[in-house]
């Protein structure tokens, strides 16, 4: 039992430390773009939990993803990797990744953005996350990022942001080139 906790806490730790590491590397990369249309400093990356759900019902619209189903696959499996994208008090983006049994890819399961055309991180929530996975993929050595399923319309996102389709076709990215 003790073990088990233990396993589960590195990859607790290796979660955190991949946030933050990810969202040091945004402000530090934003303010040195100089760009002024937004605050860097008020962006905040945080898990999936009650407060974020809450804020996901106020998006409206169809509910596209099984949010609330996040927690318990949190329970089941240590290694996945949720992650909530606020700026400032405004939740605009939300993420869960898991590598599942794999040692070589860690798959975006759920990835998905506020609806409000307004919101201040509209374009740069793909971004964000593929920051923070890529972070915590590295953390726990994988060295491929996967999109379980993606949706045709996020499809040219992904290929922006460097993701291409595999021999099998599966859109990836080496942890490398991110």
């Not at 979660?15 to 100089?34: E, G, N, P």
């Not at 169809?62 to 990797?81: I, M, N, S």
């Amino acid at each position: 039992m003790a073990r088990r906790y233990l396993r589960s806490l590195k990859y607790l730790i290796f979660q955190s430390q991949s946030r933050k590491k990810a969202l040091a590397s945004f402000v530090d990369q934003w303010t040195a773009l100089d760009y002024q249309w937004l605050d860097a400093t008020k962006v905040r990356f945080d898990v999936i939990d009650n407060r974020a759900l809450e804020a996901c019902h106020r998006w409206g619209g169809d509910a596209q993803f099984p949010w609330e189903d996040v927690a318990a696959w949190k329970t089941l499996d240590a290694k996945g990797f949720d992650l909530s994208i606020w700026h400032d008090e405004q939740l605009c983006g939300l993420c869960y990744a898991t590598p599942r049994d794999s040692k070589v890819t860690i798959k975006i399961v759920l990835l998905e953005g506020c609806s409000d055309s307004k919101h201040p991180l509209k374009g740069l929530i793909a971004a964000l996350a593929l920051g923070a996975i890529d972070a915590y993929a590295r953390a726990i050595g994988c060295s491929r990022i996967e999109i379980q399923e993606p949706r045709p319309d996020a499809v040219p996102t992904y290929e922006r942001l460097g993701f291409n389709y595999d021999e099998q076709q599966r859109l990836v990215i080496s942890v490398e080139a991110t």
